[in-house]
């Protein structure tokens, strides 16, 4: 239950506070997603890391998540990544550990998934131009 309670709070803040705001700051990552009913452009300010022509992040919700339901119904994704946008296909790795793989993250996003989140999910996105 307080998993939950906070689960909703934080999802709340993140949507109507923080969400709003790093979207517009010109170099924010973002994760770029079709909206699974309304097929309208859905960006999510995150943190990762590209590795040559990979970008990995780990999902604080899991499948949980809007954007990893979005991802499962059309992975084709774009990620804004130092103000420039790259295609992509995401592909959720159940198998990774987000918790090691939390490790190799950018440590400010990488602290906050590991404080708020509750179902970790790592995230590769192949980046195809």
Do not use: C
Request: net charge positive; charged share 25%; aromatic share 8%.
């Amino acid at each position: 239950m307080a998993d939950d309670v906070r689960d909703r709070i934080t999802k709340l803040f993140q949507k109507n506070v923080a969400n709003r705001v790093t979207r517009l700051l010109p170099f924010q990552t973002l994760l770029e997603t079709k909206g699974r009913k309304s097929g309208q452009p859905r960006r999510t300010p995150l943190g990762g890391s590209r590795v040559g022509n990979e970008f990995w992040f780990v999902s604080e919700f899991g499948e949980n998540s809007q954007y990893i339901k979005n991802i499962k119904a059309d992975p084709h994704v774009r990620v804004r990544l130092n103000g420039r946008w790259h295609n992509g296909i995401a592909h959720l790795m159940p198998d990774d550990d987000p918790h090691e793989r939390l490790r190799s993250l950018p440590q400010f996003n990488s602290m906050g998934v590991r404080t708020f989140g509750t179902n970790l999910l790592t995230v590769r996105v192949d980046l195809t131009d």
